[in-house]
Nanobody, 116 residues
Framework: VQLQASGGGSVQAGGSLRLSCTAS????????MGWYRQAPGKARELVAL???????NYADFVEGRFTISGDNTRKSVFLQMNSLKPEDTAVYYC???????????WGQGTLVTVSS
């Protein structure tokens, strides 16, 4: 399974970006799909996940600024990020968990830079 992420870039504080990720290859049923991020010198952390029943989970720091969504094929996930802050600067990684054995996959990462 390959995860292709796109949509990162540089914005000023208060701006918006939309990340996209599409899975391809030998895909099983999706259990969860979403985004993690890793800032320089920090551990990777959850941003948002969407589950097979369409339930969503957000990290506390999102504070209503981000919205995760998926398409009907369950192969793509999107993250609309509004009101971006400099502390949102990080590499954002697409993540997917598949099948009865919960196989996990990671995308290559896309850089988001928010300037003050």
């Amino acid at each position: 399974v390959q995860l292709q992420a796109s949509g990162g870039g540089s914005v000023q504080a208060g701006g918006s970006l939309r990340l996209s990720c599409t899975a391809s290859g030998n895909i099983f049923s999706m259990n969860a799909m979403g985004w993690y991020r890793q800032a320089p010198g920090k551990a990777r952390e959850l941003v948002a996940l969407i589950f097979s029943g369409s339930r969503v989970n957000y990290a506390d720091f999102v504070e209503g600024r981000f919205t995760i969504s998926g398409d009907n094929t369950r192969k793509s996930v999107f993250l609309q990020m509004n009101s971006l802050k400099p502390e949102d600067t990080a590499v954002y990684y697409c993540y997917r968990r598949d099948g009865p054995r919960n196989y996990e996959y990671w995308g290559q990462g896309t850089l988001v830079t928010v300037s003050s």
